[in-house]
């Protein structure tokens, strides 16, 4: 586990680029807004998450498998990090933020992740 990256990690950068693509400023990893958004502009009360499908357990996804071995571990891991994200996601919107939540799977293809985005800043 000590080779799982927290950041700058594949969907990360991919997901940077196409912010650049659109034209977007952010911040990356802005610690004093909860959660820790990857990506957050201040001003104009935006912040973005890359979830990794396993790690925040997508629902209905491949990527997202559940554990095998040591269960008793891993289930009550993986339900403490999806409480902890709703969590977040509440406070920020509390805050006035508006939040966009990527998944890794999203990520592996651009075009899905792209709509995405400018679904999220078409207002």
Known sequence: MSRIRSTDTTPERVVRALLADAGVHYRLNVRD???KPDFANKRRKFA??????????HDNCALASDPKSNRSYWQP???KTKARDLAHLERLKELGYRVLVIWECSSRKPETAAEQIADFFED
Do not use: A
């Open 33 to 35: 807004l909860p959660g």
């Open 48 to 57: 973005i998450f890359v979830h990794g499908c396993f790690w925040h357990s």
């Open 77 to 79: 891991k993986l339900e």
